[in-house]
């Protein structure tokens, strides 16, 4: 084993205490380590984005990261984004129901991505959904039925929002 | 495609990272990590040690002074692209950063990182050249102030000694209501440039032009001003066609040719893309939107 | 189609899991104690490997074993692997693939070692340090250049790299042109490509020493086939090989194969004795996993007066890549599509396979047939410019009308089966999509908009798939004790929805409950036949043995349920998990009825039936379904730049019944991203001496969000005669025609310069080069 760290880092709201070899990046952490299956790696050069995962809020790719950075840090992946275990977050209801995914290899990063990008811009253009995920590749749907998707997602969150205020 | 082994040391201060890099073989500096990154995990790069920026306090931020904008070398891409600040003083940039990259990369993508790799094609350090900024490096020997035109010493090669590191940028303002535009032509958004272009101009009553700047991105080693241009279109009143016939000197630019883009197009593409960053940025100008 | 589930949109059962992060692919298969593999691959596209030495490897701490060919070979029964489809293939036996270099290796990036270590990143460490003393010899980089009389070998015992020739043909072709009052003759060049799924190829292999087993998970789209290898080549018996393909992150194509890294792994697992994973990353995609790449084409039409297609002739030169890892599909799927929707009474393909120093050739999503398309319908550009007819206009004359169907070409597929057209109506199709894109309204938008200095243009296109290739794909139908339906197949999942059409095939007649039923695929154990995803293929062969078996359980079921009611069956009605009389509140659960026929010690079986609730079948199919997808799209390009820009693409598509709209149009939608992608995109470069040089998705660009029209699909629905459910294949067919319409488009917005195209992919600068050829100074 090369130069290792301790390191602490929060996922999905549980914290975990591990050693890490410093040359691990994030998401073989995440994966290999923790065992957090969900988030996958297309390319480890930070182009197809199925390893986006966030970071303190914000989307990030795991594979440019180094697992010794997130070291106090707070990270939400796939499997931390649905309410509770038996229910999916508007997010994932909008990608089953606008056939978002076929194989769901990019998926991970896309709903990772879309979870922080209808954050900032709850009210979307098309045009703009189609920019917030042109660094997330699909081979399977030709973006269409994501792109549905997240503008879907964009209404359900706004009227749950709404309902949450009324 | 793993990195290989190396040494990781994340300081806490800029004199403790100099100390470091002046001590250490074989180092390389992380920042945002978004080119090092897929470097070391493709092996391009073999490092020993690895000193990671990021626990450094103090190198994130973005004031305005005077006459200029001061920017953390650390200052996250993304937070440039939201600054009201940078929107207000420095419009190129904001212009700039919308093809910087995708959302994921500008969360992570630092400006003093973006400097350091220099990538021929990428924007900040045009939009750097353009400004005239001056980039401030700290090392062992103190600090010392680098004027952008200066910078570049070669291919994706800044003027940088290997125990120094870039901590902040003086970006100096252009006044209120000048001409901006920064455009570009990439296979797919978000791709680095095949060839960009930024534009800065200030005219007088008559719209004749009394101050320019022009900068190609992606034709030669490091993003480049066109000086030529400014000169030819310096008091002129600006039209289409003025600016076509003063950008056509961009096709004897030397540059880059490669199995992506031959040196003949991007060649052509630099006289395409600084005469519509011009007419942009001039039409900018007239209307006084900013 | 318009049943209770089968023909609805109904979501599917694949989706909650992959939602929630829980899908498990190949590399999140994390057995205990496995070790990781990296494999030393070669850096010359053609050298001698005079010697290897692994010390240094080997000395690297964490370093299990490095296995070269040396070391393996004991334990095979064979230097290469088997070749795929291998009828017509010369010199079959010895023309697969290499396993792992032996003494000359003939492209760069080929497996010449596997180093197994405690990390992957430990693996790529010593893999670095297994120093192969290499002789570099010339190689054959460009397969038109290969063919010249003094050009380097792309194997040292041959010097010859054309490979074989064949020729497809009917009619008197030579009389027709020596004849004909207009021929017209186009040289064209195409490339296309790997397929690049997301997730790339990867495999963990496991040896059991108490049942002396080995399991191999592997992301393939042929879990049994490549159980039948592994048996063959480490001269196995067949229950000492399992294979399962457990979620597979996009195929398209290129996981259609068995690659020696699975092989390798599976047998380095028993080597060294513990699991051994590859995750294949995505650069040793680029340089190892298949793609079809080049083929220069020269083609002739030759017309009548009245603008009718009297023969097409031609000759393509294929680049067939090192070795024969499938068959010779390609070049014969292209030759064979290039008549198409048309009629053309004479013709003749020759067709040369060329082997170059590069990774083999083998199907990606559309297998050639979006080249010999783009062929055909360059051609009628031509002709409809050159004759002064409107090109939809020349096209209509020429197409087989739906009155015709069923249609016999006079040509026959690779397998030896007639191409016949079992239905559809191709003008009809053609007319709604240039209807959908307002085509004949084009002419005063393009005045328009030229006035703006903006250049559109519009192009169309129709291209034929035959889909559904046979001979069979197995489904078992059972319901078990527990009223749950378990429902196994040999077809194999890897995006396509495949498990959610299963069960809404079998949910149609069996209670209408999708959620109760479970589709088990990919995994040899249980299934003990199979073919796999392949030619759009699994609705119709596994879908149509799956309606058949749910059919005969379905009889069964109520025969059972009759008995123990004490009613006649067509009194009885199955909803949900329940039968009931029906009218009544009398029910039997389906779980009743199949213990009824479990068997008791001792007692009878009820009704006099077969002992089991369950069915197996394997619907026989030999003649293929065509599909068929009309394409008319407007792009607007800025000849400054080059770049090209979608304005609309309107689809419309004829795959027979839909049995899920939604996953059908996610097919077609997809299936034309790919061609957008070939057409403007993606170019796998090579450099002259056959180095590559595009390995990274930097440099080799797959289409994003922005750049990717919506497509506007929608569908005519001829039902095949040739299924039960009268359904066709729709995951290549909307492939097919992109390149030629988008292409057709781009030349029609750049009519005012006069620019012929006669390539694809398109780029920019090559756009930019053509205005400038086209108009020199």
């Known amino acids: 084993m090369g130069e290792t760290r301790n390191i602490s880092v929060t996922i999905n709201g549980k914290t975990y205490q591990e050693e890490v070899e410093v040359r691990f990046h994030l998401a073989d952490f995440i994966r290999q380590q923790l065992g957090l299956t969900g988030t996958h790696l297309g390319c480890e050069h930070g182009v197809c984005g199925a390893c986006t995962i966030l970071l303190n809020g914000e989307s990030a790719r795991s594979c440019l990261l180094l697992a010794v950075q997130a070291d106090g840090q707070e990270i939400l992946t796939i499997e931390g984004i649905a309410p509770s275990e038996d229910e999916l977050h508007p997010l994932q209801e909008a990608f089953r129901d606008n056939h978002g995914l076929q194989c769901g290899f990019c998926t991970p990063g896309m709903l990772t991505t879309l979870l922080e990008f209808l954050k900032d811009n709850p009210d979307p253009t098309e045009e703009e959904v189609r920019i917030a995920i042109s660094g997330n590749l699909c081979r399977c749907t030709g973006y269409q039925g994501i792109v549905a998707a997240a503008l879907d997602a964009a209404e359900r969150l706004r009227n749950q929002n709404v309902n949450q205020i009324q | 495609m793993k990195p290989p082994p190396f040494s990781y040391h994340d300081p806490r201060s800029v004199d403790d990272a100099v100390s470091l890099l002046s001590t250490l073989e074989n180092t390389k500096v992380l920042a945002g990590g978004q080119s090092l990154m897929p470097m070391l995990n493709m092996r391009y790069v073999m490092p020993d040690h690895i000193v990671d920026l990021n626990k450094i306090e103090n190198l994130s931020y973005i004031k305005k002074e005077t006459d200029a904008l001061e920017i953390g070398a650390m200052t996250r891409q993304r937070d440039l692209e939201f600054s009201d600040i940078v929107k207000e003083n420095c419009p190129i940039m904001h212009e700039a950063l919308q093809w910087v990259g995708h959302r994921q990369t500008r969360n992570r993508g630092t400006l003093g990182g973006s400097l350091a790799h220099l990538d021929p094609a990428a924007e900040m350090p045009a939009v750097c050249a353009i400004s005239d900024a001056v980039v401030r490096v700290k090392g062992p020997n103190g600090e010392r102030e680098i004027p952008f035109a200066e910078f570049p010493a070669g291919y994706m090669t800044p003027s940088v000694e290997m125990d120094e590191i870039v901590t902040s940028v003086r970006v100096p303002c252009w006044q209120k209501g000048h001409g901006f535009a920064f455009v570009e032509f990439a296979r797919r958004h978000g791709d680095f440039a095949i060839v960009s272009s930024g534009a800065l101009l200030e005219l007088d009553a008559e719209g004749r032009i009394v101050r320019s700047a022009i900068t190609v991105g992606g034709v030669g080693a490091a993003p480049m001003r066109i000086t030529e241009v400014e000169e030819a279109i310096s008091g002129q009143i600006g039209s289409e066609d003025v600016f076509k016939e003063a950008c056509e000197v961009c096709r004897g630019i030397e540059a880059m040719g490669d199995v992506y883009a031959s040196t003949e197009y991007r060649q052509h593409l630099a006289a395409v893309m600084s005469r519509r960053a011009l007419v942009k940025a001039y039409d900018r100008a007239l209307g006084g939107d900013n | 189609m318009d049943g209770k589930v089968l023909g609805q949109r109904v979501p599917r059962l694949e989706d909650p899991g992959l939602l929630l992060g829980k899908g498990r692919y190949t590399d999140d298969v994390r057995l205990p104690g496995t070790a990781n593999a990296a494999f030393v691959r070669s850096p010359f596209p053609h050298a001698i490997l005079k010697s290897i030495d692994k010390n240094a490897a080997m000395d690297v701490e964490g370093v299990i074993a490095v296995y070269d060919f040396s070391d393996l070979r004991p334990h095979m029964t064979q230097d290469k692997l088997p070749v795929e489809f291998p009828s017509g293939v010369p010199n079959a036996e010895n023309a697969g693939p290499a396993i792992l270099v032996k003494d000359e290796t003939m492209y760069a990036g080929e497996c010449v070692a596997i180093v197994i270590a405690e990390t992957r990143h430990i693996a790529e460490d010593a893999a670095a340090l297994v120093f192969g ?187 067939h890549g090192a070795y024969t890892a499938q068959g010779i599909t390609l070049p014969y799927n292209a030759a064979s599509t290039i008549p198409g929707p048309y009629k053309v009474p004479n013709y003749r393909m020759k067709q040369s396979l060329v082997f170059t120093n590069k990774v083999p050739c083998a199907p990606v999503r559309g297998a050639s047939h979006p080249q010999g398309t783009y062929v055909m319908e360059r051609l009628m550009d031509r002709a409809a410019k050159e004759l002064g007819v409107d090109r939809a206009e020349l096209r209509d004359r020429n197409m087989i009308r739906g009155t015709e169907m069923p249609y016999k070409k006079p040509l026959k597929t690779r397998a030896g089966v007639n191409i016949e057209y079992d239905s559809g109506d191709f003008p009809k199709a053609m007319k709604m999509a240039l209807d959908g894109c307002d085509y004949y309204g084009f002419k005063d938008r393009q005045r328009n908009s030229r006035a703006d200095g903006r250049f559109s243009g519009i192009g169309l296109s129709l291209g034929v798939k035959g889909t559904g290739r046979g001979p069979f794909e197995m489904a078992t139908v059972r319901i078990g004790p527990s009223g749950k339906i378990s429902v196994y197949t040999g077809a194999a999942p890897m995006g396509q929805s495949t498990r959610t059409m299963m069960a809404q095939v079998v949910a149609e007649h069996l209670g209408g409950d999708m959620q109760n039923v479970e589709v088990v695929a990919g995994d040899t154990q249980p299934i003990p036949m199979g073919m796999g995803g392949f030619g759009s293929r699994q609705a119709i062969t596994a879908g149509s043995s799956a309606h058949i078996a749910a059919k005969e359980v379905r009889k069964k079921a109520l025969k059972v349920a009759a008995h123990m009611l004490e009613t006649s069956e067509e009194d009885l009605e199955i909803r949900g998990i329940e039968i009931f009389v029906r009218g009544t509140d009398m029910k039997v659960s389906l779980g009743q009825v199949a213990n009824a026929v479990a068997g008791t010690p001792g007692y009878a079986l009820p009704g006099g039936v077969e002992p089991g609730m369950e069915s197996t079948q394997r619907f026989l199919t030999d003649p293929l379904a065509y599909c068929y997808s009309a394409h008319c799209c407007e792009v607007e390009v800025d000849p400054e730049t080059g770049g090209v820009e979608f304005k609309r693409y309107v689809i419309v598509h004829d795959s027979g019944n839909l049995m899920n709209p939604m996953i059908v149009e996610g097919q077609i939608q997809g299936g034309a991203a790919h061609g957008v992608g070939n057409a403007l995109f993606e170019w796998m470069a090579y450099d002259k001496e056959a180095q590559p040089l595009t390995t990274n998705f930097g440099e080799y660009l797959l289409p994003t969000a922005p750049e990717m029209p919506g497509f506007d699909v929608s569908f005519l629905e001829s039902p095949s005669p040739l299924n039960p459910l009268g359904v066709k294949g729709v995951g290549e067919g909307s492939t097919v025609p992109v390149a030629a319409a988008v292409c057709s488009a781009i030349e029609n917005a750049l009519e005012p310069f006069g620019v012929h195209i006669s390539e694809a992919p398109i780029t920019p600068q090559r756009i930019v080069e053509l205005i400038a050829s086209a108009n020199p100074v």
Not at chain 3, 230 to 237: A, E, N, P, T
Not at chain 3, 278 to 302: G, N, P, S, T
Request: net charge negative.
């Open chain 3, 133 to 319: 003393e290499w002789e570099p010899l010339p190689a054959a980089g460009d397969c038109k250049e290969a063919l010249e009389p003094d050009a380097p070998s792309a194997h040292r015992d041959t010097n010859n790299n054309l490979m074989m020739e064949m020729v497809q043909e009917y009619g008197d072709v030579d009389n027709v042109f020596s004849s004909a009052p207009h021929t017209f003759r186009e040289e064209i060049w195409q490339h296309r490509g790997t397929a690049h799924p997301i997730e790339c190829r990867g495999a963990v292999g496991r040896y059991d020493p108490v049942s002396d087993q080995i399991t191999l998970w592997s992301s393939t789209q042929m879990p049994n086939l490549a159980q039948s290898y592994i048996i063959r080549v480490l001269g196995l018996h067949e229950n000492q090989v399992r294979v399962i393909t457990p979620d597979v992150g996009g195929g398209f194509g290129p996981k259609f194969l068995f690659y020696s890294e699975e092989l390798v792994v599976a047998l380095a697992a028993k080597l060294v004795g513990r699991p051994v994973k590859w995750a294949e990353d995505r650069r040793e995609h680029f340089l190892a996993a298949v793609q079809e790449r080049d083929q220069y084409w020269e083609a002739e039409i030759a017309l009548s007066n009245d603008g009718l297609v009297l023969g097409v002739r031609g000759h393509v030169i294929h680049d």
